[in-house]
């Protein structure tokens, strides 16, 4: 958990073992801002449940990536600054040595004026015109040869981390249907309610069957 908690570590890694992740750098204070091309997005490079990322996280001009790097190092002290991937946005869940049944996020509702992301809004404002606007479906409609793609990269992914138990891997598939890894996410939320116990209960797999197979394997 706490390799993932650190998105450049991890993304240094997963880069190492040859699986996809958009081009990134650390904004450090004082230092030379990362060249990733535009647009980018700009994360707190050591948090979770999408604290700091909001609508204008995303850039797409050097003067806005630095406007938003500068405003963040008031809270945090590392940025991680990203090549934005324009696309749909998927959730793997692993359950086990099991891919559980994909999710997708819809962003149909999403206001036309904002960009397609998952933001802090979307995941803890209920009722906000982003949370309304990344809507989660499971299954997700995909061709069958991409589902099997992206289970394969998101245990590839796992392995990487040393991942037991249960997981979430989060990717973007670009226009060309290209999968790229955005968050290998070791403790996603575990509730009843939650994405993780809605892909397991597709599978047919209901939360006291979650619970049991999570602690069999422990």
Same mark, same amino acid.
């Given at each position: 958990?706490?390799?993932?908690?650190?998105?450049?570590?991890?993304?240094?890694?997963?880069?190492?073992?040859?699986?996809?992740?958009?081009?990134?750098?650390?904004?450090?204070?004082?230092?030379?801002?990362?060249?990733?091309?535009?647009?980018?997005?700009?994360?707190?490079?050591?948090?979770?449940?999408?604290?700091?990322?909001?609508?204008?996280?995303?850039?797409?001009?050097?003067?806005?990536?630095?406007?938003?790097?500068?405003?963040?190092?008031?809270?945090?002290?590392?940025?991680?600054?990203?090549?934005?991937?324009?696309?749909?946005?998927?959730?793997?869940?692993?359950?086990?040595?099991?891919?559980?049944?994909?999710?997708?996020?819809?962003?149909? %509702?999403? /206001? =036309?004026?904002?960009?397609?992301?998952?933001?802090? @809004?979307?995941?803890?404002?209920? &009722?906000? *015109?982003?949370?309304?606007?990344?809507?989660?479906?499971?299954?997700?409609?995909?061709?069958?040869?991409?589902?099997?793609?992206?289970?394969?990269?998101?245990?590839?992914?796992?392995?990487?981390?040393?991942?037991?138990?249960?997981?979430?891997?989060?990717?973007?598939?670009?226009?060309?249907?290209?999968?790229?890894?955005?968050?290998?996410? %070791?403790? /996603? =939320?575990?509730?009843?309610?939650?994405?993780?116990? @809605?892909?397991?209960?597709?599978? &047919?797999? *209901?939360?006291?069957?979650?619970?049991?197979?999570?602690?069999?394997?422990?």
């Amino acid at each position: 958990t706490s390799i993932c908690l650190r998105k450049h570590v991890i993304n240094t890694m997963l880069d190492a073992a040859h699986l996809p992740v958009p081009r990134f750098g650390v904004a450090r204070a004082g230092s030379p801002l990362p060249s990733v091309g535009y647009p980018a997005i700009c994360k707190p490079a050591a948090e979770d449940a999408s604290l700091g990322v909001e609508q204008r996280s995303v850039v797409k001009s050097a003067r806005a990536l630095h406007a938003r790097v500068t405003a963040m190092h008031e809270e945090w002290d590392d940025v991680i600054v990203q090549r934005f991937i324009a696309g749909r946005e998927v959730n793997v869940g692993i359950l086990g040595n099991q891919v559980l049944p994909i999710a997708e996020i819809d962003f149909s %509702a999403m /206001p =036309d004026e904002y960009w397609r992301i998952v933001s802090y @809004r979307s995941k803890w404002q209920t &009722g906000s *015109d982003e949370d309304l606007g990344s809507v989660p479906h499971c299954p997700a409609d995909l061709p069958d040869m991409l589902t099997a793609e992206l289970g394969r990269i998101a245990l590839a992914a796992w392995r990487v981390v040393g991942g037991a138990g249960y997981g979430r891997v989060d990717m973007r598939i670009d226009e060309s249907g290209q999968p790229w890894i955005l968050e290998v996410n %070791a403790n /996603p =939320d575990f509730a009843p309610t939650a994405g993780l116990a @809605r892909m397991a209960r597709t599978a &047919g797999i *209901d939360y006291a069957a979650m619970v049991r197979i999570v602690c069999d394997e422990a």
